[in-house]
């Protein structure tokens, strides 16, 4: 993965547990590095010891840690640069939501050995929808409610995603959610 998702994660651990976090979290995973370059890629396992080594010192499970981080990137690679593609996709959760491949074609063309996963949007209605996760990482699916929370805060809207399926195969991982969104209630 690029060192934009391993800076994003030491991001998430210093928000939620400031630089001595960082640190136990660098320690734990066996890391040498102090920083990431964000356009660099780096092995796929040293993101995964991240996360192991997230739930660990951060007193987390792992799916809890990749959903917080699906909360987060959000958040993250808008301050970082990339906003105004999450912004470009549209306006709605489904608009967002559908256009995710599209915006990682985009983003593709300054990081070309990007293997983003892949989402595919059914049965929308005014409500709800169903999203399919398709991803040739294995364990990742928890980041997908997390990027939807994200979301919703972007979107100002109330929303919650619910893993209902999922298929694995040798090539890939696919998770199907049920993503129900609302926009939000006046506050009184």
């Not at 796929?44 to 987390?60: H, I, N, P, R, S």
């Not at 949007?121 to 996760?133: G, K, Q, W």
């Amino acid at each position: 993965m690029y060192g934009l998702v391993n800076a994003a994660i030491a991001d998430l651990a210093r928000e939620i547990g400031g630089d001595a976090a960082w640190q136990a979290i660098r320690e734990e995973a066996g890391l040498v590095e102090s920083s990431f370059v964000g356009m660099t890629a780096y092995p796929d396992e040293l993101t995964y010891d991240l996360v192991a080594a997230a739930g660990k010192v951060l007193q987390m499970s792992q799916d809890e840690v990749l959903r917080a981080f699906g909360r987060h990137w959000v958040r993250y690679t808008g301050r970082k640069g990339w906003g105004p593609l999450l912004e470009a996709a549209g306006t709605t959760m489904p608009e967002v939501l559908g256009q995710l491949d599209a915006l990682h074609c985009r983003v593709r063309l300054m990081l070309p050995e990007l293997r983003p996963p892949s989402f595919r949007c059914t049965d929308v209605t005014a409500s709800s929808l169903r999203l399919r996760y398709y991803s040739h990482r294995a364990g990742l699916a928890p980041m997908v409610v997390g990027l939807v929370e994200g979301l919703a805060e972007l979107l100002d809207v109330e929303a919650s995603a619910e893993a209902v399926d999922r298929v694995v195969d040798a090539d890939a991982e696919c998770v199907e959610f049920l993503v129900c969104y609302a926009p939000l209630r006046a506050r009184v």
